[in-house]
């Protein structure tokens, strides 16, 4: 089932070229009830990567977050030209459907050639390969998290850390979450690809730690929560069909928002991306 769901990721991943600044995007055969934003992301990040005149790196993503998406329904990548050197580029791609603006991704190229080098350390943590599988943190729990059980799964999870719905089970409060992940199967190589995929997973447990810092989780806990804006920083080149770990944490919750904040590191612990996303975020406590 997970090979299946990964082609189905590289499946809507190719985009239709149907003009010189516009793409059609598919869904795929599993879906919430809106868009997944880091879905609609990706594809975008693709659409603006097949338009570059020359062949650049990206180095930041922006993506406002407008209109919920109908997955019943393809979506249309309007890409708008802002910027085309030999060494940066700017687009903004600009995300519709039935002529409704759902969302808005910035992201800007960069050829910067070598220069000073550092990074914030790599977490200490267990290596993926003696972690168990998200299916595994999923078996007793199929009536508690129903959504992530039958959620598209193209992404192999492996968390260092007790899950928000295992943690909440045993009580405890987490100020953190770090999750090893890989693509389920090998990925072309194609550089773009590859930054689509991190794009895409990047959307996921980065809002985790708003909640398993107060001891709350999806699905035992009656929340609300809604992504506003997500950021992606792309520091060094990325192969996502190799294990890389997400490790984020929740800087601030206040006035009904929650940040997010996320560091990809690869196996040799370089940090490879960084992203930063704010949602809404209600909690209604049981009476």
């Known amino acids: 089932m997970s090979q299946a769901d990964f082609e189905e990721l590289l499946a809507v991943l190719d985009l239709e070229r149907v003009g010189e600044d516009l793409f059609i995007g598919s869904h ?24 570059l005149e020359h062949k650049l790196s990206p180095s930041a993503l922006s ?7 109908d997955p019943e329904k393809d979506l249309e ?59 595994e943190l999923l078996r007793g729990y199929e009536e508690t998290v129903p959504l992530f059980v039958n959620a598209l799964r193209p992404i192999e999870w492996r968390y ?8 909440r089970d045993k009580g405890g409060k987490l100020d953190h979450n770090r999750v090893w992940l890989k693509t389920e199967g090998e990925m072309p190589d194609d550089p773009v690809l590859h930054g689509a995929a991190l794009v895409y ?17 999806w699905g035992f806990d009656r929340i609300f929560a809604v992504t506003m804006n997500h950021s992606v920083w792309f520091h060094r080149p990325i192969r996502f069909d190799e294990w890389v770990l997400y490790s984020t944490t929740s800087p601030v919750a206040a006035e009904s928002r929650g940040l997010g904040t996320g560091h990809y590191f690869d196996a040799s612990g370089q940090l490879v991306a960084t992203v930063v996303q704010e949602g809404i975020v209600k909690y209604f406590p049981g009476k």
Not at 91 to 98: E, I, L
Not at 160 to 167: G, I, S
Not at 201 to 217: A, E, F, K, N, Q
């Open 28 to 51: 795929p055969s599993k879906n919430p009830v809106r868009t997944f934003g880091g879905q609609m992301t990706a594809q975008a990040f693709v659409a603006a990567g097949r338009s």
């Open 63 to 69: 993506a406002h977050f407008i209109a919920g998406g």
């Open 77 to 135: 990548f309007h890409i708008v030209r802002l910027r085309d050197e030999r060494r940066f580029a700017n687009r903004r791609v600009d995300v519709m459907q039935n002529g409704e603006l759902l969302t808005t991704v910035m992201i800007s190229y960069m050829n910067g050639g070598r220069g000073l080098e550092h990074n914030v350390p790599a977490p200490d943590v267990p290596r993926p390969e003696t972690l168990p599988k998200i299916d």
């Open 160 to 167: 260092t850390n007790d899950p928000a719905w295992v943690m």
């Open 201 to 217: 997973s990047s959307d996921t447990t980065v809002l985790d730690s708003i909640i398993t810092t107060h001891g709350l989780s």
